[in-house]
């Protein structure tokens, strides 16, 4: 079934179909895609994109070599769309989908019933009990997906006991020559970053990020799709101290040898350091606690945290854990490691 027999890295090159429900925006899953992607091209492996929406990530894979399509034809023999006289041939077959997301997954199981496919679950809402609507982060239950994959211990329970699905943790991954740490710590705190696409400049999550900065005379500084959303989020990263955020926001800062502060809509999980690390991990930086009920913070409860990570100790802890953890280059041999065992078997 391999398209090529190029070894690198002791894996036989690929060609492997990405999905997702968008490529067309700025967000979690968008830039896990992303910086899948980007590894796996570095790797030598055939990639292609799909989603029904195409955008801005769209653009940014095509720059490094990853073809986007937002239909899918499958593999079965030639075939005329529907209203469209034109014979459309089918896309080649790829080894190994990679995807997240109902509808993705059901789509692509459709159209290559034979497919290997690894699907992704990124969260833990995954339907509306009153309307019984399924979101996008369901798994799909009625047809067979060779391998799921959960970004936290929290995602993987829930799949085992509401679906019976089991499922491996693979964490949020991060390009770290992109979110590379530079230099030290100040000696104390001179910006102060919120990074999320879930609230915006009034919403009174900020107050406490607010009240945290003015004890520390630092500037206030906002990035995401309610504040000013950009793709180099990595270069303000840099100009940060502190960063606060929830799931792969935070943790880009943390990556970036900065303070991470897990604090957002679910409550304040508190500073990422080597203590707090393996707790916060079990619900993907989320700030929902794994026993217990999950409160905010007051500011002076964050504040006595920094001050008490605010070392290079900390940062250098940190770093040996992320490259250990989330490291893209090594979250990437896990996926093609079960590509292999999938393909082979």
Request: some cysteine; charged content about 25%.
């Amino acid at each position: 079934m391999l398209a090529l027999s190029l070894f690198i890295n002791n894996y036989k090159t690929m060609k492997i179909l990405l999905g997702n429900n968008t490529f067309s925006i700025l967000a979690g899953s968008e830039t896990y895609m992303l910086t899948l992607a980007t590894e796996l091209k570095k790797l030598g492996h055939e990639v292609t994109a799909y989603s029904p929406n195409l955008g801005f990530i769209a653009t940014k894979l095509e720059q490094i070599g990853v073809k986007c399509i937002n239909t899918l034809v499958g593999s079965q023999k030639a075939q005329v769309e529907p209203f469209n006289p034109i014979l459309v041939e089918p896309e080649d077959d790829f080894d190994v989908a990679i995807c997240a997301h109902y509808e993705i997954t059901r789509t692509i199981r459709q159209k290559f019933p034979n497919l290997p496919i690894i699907a992704i679950v990124h969260g833990i809402i995954h339907s509306n009990p009153a309307t019984g609507e399924i979101y996008p982060e369901h798994p799909v239950t009625d047809m067979f997906i060779n391998q799921y994959v959960a970004v936290s211990e929290e995602i993987k329970e829930k799949l085992e006991n509401e679906y019976g699905i089991e499922s491996i943790v693979i964490r949020n991954l991060f390009d770290l020559e992109k979110f590379k740490k530079e230099g030290s710590l100040p000696k104390a705190p001179k910006r102060i970053m919120v990074n999320s696409n879930y609230w915006g400049v009034e919403d009174q999550i900020n107050q406490i990020i607010k009240e945290v900065a003015d004890h520390y005379k630092a500037e206030f500084v906002g990035v995401g799709a309610n504040f000013a959303s950009t793709y180099e989020v990595d270069k303000i990263v840099k100009t940060a101290d502190v960063v606060f955020g929830m799931g792969r926001s935070v943790m880009e800062g943390v990556c970036a040898g900065k303070i991470g502060v897990v604090h957002g809509r679910w409550g304040t999980g508190g500073v990422v350091n080597p203590e707090s690390y393996d707790t916060l991990k079990l619900t993907n930086f989320s700030g929902r606690p794994w026993t217990g009920d999950g409160r905010f913070l007051s500011p002076k409860e964050i504040i006595s945290q920094i001050d008490a990570s605010w070392n290079n100790k900390t940062i250098n802890e940190m770093q040996k854990i992320i490259k250990k953890e989330h490291d893209a280059k090594v979250v990437t041999k896990k996926f093609l490691d079960i590509a292999n065992k999938l393909i082979n078997n």
